[in-house]
């Protein structure tokens, strides 16, 4: 009498030496049961400082930055406004060892320029794909903003 009233719930006991298994005489396709869905991050906290903008230091030789930290800082060619813009593959990054500094070259077709020095930074710290190369005219409207 067990049996058929488990039957007709669609299901059935059976008994093994292992223990018991559940068997289902039910032919319905069961639902899919629902996946939870990741919750989305929560939004990033304010920067600590605002974005800065800090030029090289140009009183001396040779430009070079004071506190240069490529984790941190983003290098910035300025270019000539209508020059056609380099890229990261005209970089050129040497370190000198006695000075502990990087030096930046831009070398565009016959054009070889020293953009500036890095003091303390080696050159493999430095992701060229995140250098920026800007036009004056666009770098003077962001250093008037600042």
Do not use: K, N, Q
Not at 72 to 92: H, I, K, N, Q, S
């Amino acid at each position: 009498m067990l049996l058929p009233t488990l039957a007709a719930f669609g299901s059935a006991l059976a008994m093994s030496a292992a223990g018991f298994v559940l068997l289902s005489t039910d032919r319905r396709v069961p639902e899919a049961t629902p996946v939870p869905r990741p919750r989305p991050a929560p939004p990033a906290p304010p920067l600590a400082t605002p974005r800065r903008i800090i030029p090289p230091v140009v009183d001396a030789p040779e430009p070079y930055f004071d506190d240069f930290r490529p984790d941190l800082d983003r290098l910035v060619v300025v270019c000539p406004d209508g020059a056609t813009m380099p890229g990261p593959e005209d970089l050129r990054l040497s370190y000198d060892a006695d000075y502990d500094e990087t030096e930046v070259r831009l070398v565009s077709g016959d054009a070889d320029r020293l953009v500036c020095y890095l003091p303390g930074v080696r050159p493999e710290a430095i992701d060229l794909a995140s250098v920026e190369f800007i036009p004056a005219g666009a770098a003077a409207a962001l250093l008037a903003d600042a």
